[in-house]
């Protein structure tokens, strides 16, 4: 059954389901408990009303739907805990603090710094290259340079993938680049899949 809310003046709809995921937590005893509901009035729509932030329920719903924790850049990781211990949601505000915990323990070993490789492939090669990429790796950008030869009786294109990773092997704040023979190896191995 369907279950309309109204946070702070935006309408969120979802099911029974998703919001009994936390038993414990208000969104299941406000709409969920067989016995008397949480006290909580209504709008003219049926909607139930929430005296809370908006911005801040997208990640909760959605945690609550999937059991991922994805926040916008644009939203603050402190903002989210607030919600998530609001709406009594144990797991989840778990999470976030592991999230905050991790964010501060990287800030405070400075900067992150990424190392970038350039990857030539041929059009049929692209989804399996992008697809086998492990070891951190993460897909940054594609440029196409155009064909550069002709198979048979069609123009094969051929790309440049960029492909980006973390580089976070430092030892008493020195980061060390991995060597050139693991460079090779690594790039070798991307271009033969």
Known sequence: ????????????VSTRQT????????????????GPELGS????????????????????LNYLRHGKLIINKELAEEGVLEEAEFYNIASLVRLVKERIRDNE?????????????????QEEELTQMVSTMSDGWKFEQLISIGSSYNYGNEDQAEFLCVVSRELNNSTNGIVKEPSEKAKVRHLLRCISM
């Not at 009035?41 to 909760?60: H, Q, V, W």
């Open 41 to 60: 009035d209504k709008d003219e729509t049926g909607a139930y009303l929430i005296d809370r932030d908006p911005t801040y329920f997208g990640p909760i």
């Open 1 to 12: 059954k369907w279950v309309r809310l109204n946070v702070g003046g935006t309408y969120f």
């Open 19 to 34: 919001l009994c995921r936390e038993p414990k937590s208000f969104l299941c005893r406000l709409c969920c408990q067989d």
């Open 105 to 121: 323990n990287r800030t405070s070993q400075g900067p992150v710094k990424h190392v970038y490789r350039v990857l030539q492939c």
